[in-house]
């Protein structure tokens, strides 16, 4: 079965800067979109970035500008470098990816940003 397993998460200063990492292994097929959302405490999961296979992306406003979604077709890895990180980007930040149609969720990553 396909998995998907995030890492890079941890605790980092208001400021600084994090690279989340997510490798898709065991699908027989080319995966699609990639992507990651990030839920805080107490709010709804939302869309953070995505990427496509060909590399268009598409970045929410929150994040636009700080944020850079990138991947790796050959290693079936997605990226998300995250600048200036604030407070308010504290969240379980998870990876999916879609293959066929069906969407794959890993089991999430922290990202706490804290002084």
């Known amino acids: 079965q396909v998995q998907l397993v995030e890492s890079g998460g941890g605790l980092v200063q208001p400021g600084g800067s994090l690279r989340l990492s997510c490798a898709a292994s065991?699908?027989?097929?080319?995966?699609?979109?990639m992507g990651w959302y990030r839920q805080a405490p107490g709010k709804e999961r939302e869309l953070a970035a995505t990427?496509?296979?060909?590399?268009?992306?598409n970045y929410a406003d929150s994040v636009k500008g700080r944020f850079a979604i990138s991947r790796d077709n050959a290693k079936n890895t997605v990226y998300l470098r995250m600048n200036s990180l604030k407070p308010e980007d504290t969240a379980v930040y998870y990876c999916i990816a879609t293959i066929w149609g069906n969407d794959y969720w890993g089991q999430g990553t922290q990202v706490t940003v804290s002084s």
């Open positions: 990427i496509t296979r060909i590399g268009r992306t």
């Open positions: 065991g699908s027989p097929f080319s995966i699609n979109d």
